[in-house]
């Protein structure tokens, strides 16, 4: 069985596709374990960490990340691995556990970068006035 998700974060987007398998998992076509930095690496593999080993032992995934930075990436990869893991093996013990986890896992994180307007610097930031 094939299972395709997504996960986003800010203007990351990953793309899952879970296929049965020995546990192999790549990203952009590289082996997840040449990603870098670290932390993104470690991000990334969280849901594997909550599932048990022999679901991850049984499954390939094939991530493609587009857009965003190094964390952006690892936050979207890491909710579209926890869909896919739970689609696919369509376990409610393991999405209740991603859950309390952290929600995020299984939700997408709405929040974006307000546009900057004209009069300032930046979003909300005003350029100074002088009176004299």
Same mark, same amino acid.
């Given at each position: 069985?094939?299972?395709?998700?997504?996960?986003?974060?800010?203007? /990351?987007?990953?793309?899952?596709?879970?296929?049965?398998?020995?546990?192999?998992?790549?990203?952009?076509?590289?082996?997840?374990?040449?990603?870098?930095?670290?932390? /993104?690496?470690?991000?990334?593999?969280?849901?594997?960490?909550?599932?048990?080993?022999?679901?991850?032992?049984?499954?390939?995934?094939?991530?493609?990340?587009?857009?965003?930075?190094?964390?952006?990436?690892?936050?979207? /990869?890491?909710?579209?691995?926890?869909?896919?893991?739970?689609?696919?093996?369509?376990?409610?013990?393991?999405?209740?556990?991603?859950?309390?986890?952290?929600?995020?896992?299984?939700?997408?994180?709405?929040?974006?970068?307000?546009?900057?307007?004209?009069?300032?610097?930046? /979003?909300?930031?005003?350029?100074?006035?002088?009176?004299?």
């Amino acid at each position: 069985m094939v299972t395709n998700t997504s996960g986003k974060k800010k203007t /990351a987007i990953a793309r899952a596709t879970v296929r049965d398998g020995s546990g192999k998992v790549r990203v952009n076509s590289q082996p997840v374990e040449l990603v870098e930095p670290e932390q /993104a690496r470690l991000k990334m593999l969280e849901p594997f960490r909550i599932a048990d080993d022999e679901l991850r032992e049984s499954v390939d995934v094939e991530l493609t990340i587009s857009g965003g930075g190094y964390a952006g990436q690892a936050d979207a /990869a890491r909710t579209a691995i926890a869909r896919g893991l739970v689609q696919h093996s369509n376990d409610a013990e393991l999405r209740d556990a991603f859950m309390a986890f952290d929600r995020s896992l299984l939700v997408n994180d709405v929040r974006q970068s307000e546009s900057k307007k004209w009069g300032g610097p930046g /979003a909300r930031a005003r350029y100074q006035k002088s009176y004299r």
